[in-house]
């Protein structure tokens, strides 16, 4: 239990330094804080989900994935005329939201195989 804990707050820590770097950097790129916080609130909610059931790789994953899929966004976003002509539509955010899916989605396998092997005893 003590170590579910430590694992949950410094998880926590981690997410929100992460948080605020990417909600500074999404500010003075885009101008836009608004799908940092809700992707933050996102992970806040699955990170304390796996905290319940003892998941450290979904953790890991929650924490690495907030970065690595922000500068993934930004790296290979695109502008695009919005259909009226009256504004440029960038996709940063979804493609920061589908890479955030994707490493919370293999934390989530990763956690599931680890389980499955250490029930079934098998061995390296």
């Known amino acids: 239990m003590k170590s579910r804990i430590i694992w949950l707050v410094g998880s926590l820590v981690a997410l929100c330094v992460c948080w605020v770097i990417c909600r500074a950097l999404s500010w003075s790129i885009f101008i ?15 990170l304390i989900i796996a905290a319940i059931i003892d998941g450290r790789k979904i953790m890991l994953c929650i924490v690495i ?28 955010w979804q493609i ?7 490493f919370i989605g293999v934390g989530v396998v990763l956690e599931i195989i680890t389980k499955i092997v250490s029930k079934k005893g098998i061995k390296k």
Do not use: C, E, H
């Open 32 to 46: 836009n804080t608004q799908w940092s916080t809700v992707l933050f609130i996102f992970g806040l909610v699955i």
């Open 96 to 102: 920061w939201t589908y890479v955030y899916l994707i």
């Open 65 to 92: 994935g907030y970065v690595i899929s922000f500068i993934t966004g930004i790296l290979f976003n695109s502008d695009s005329p919005d259909p009226t002509g009256a504004m440029v539509y960038n996709n940063w």
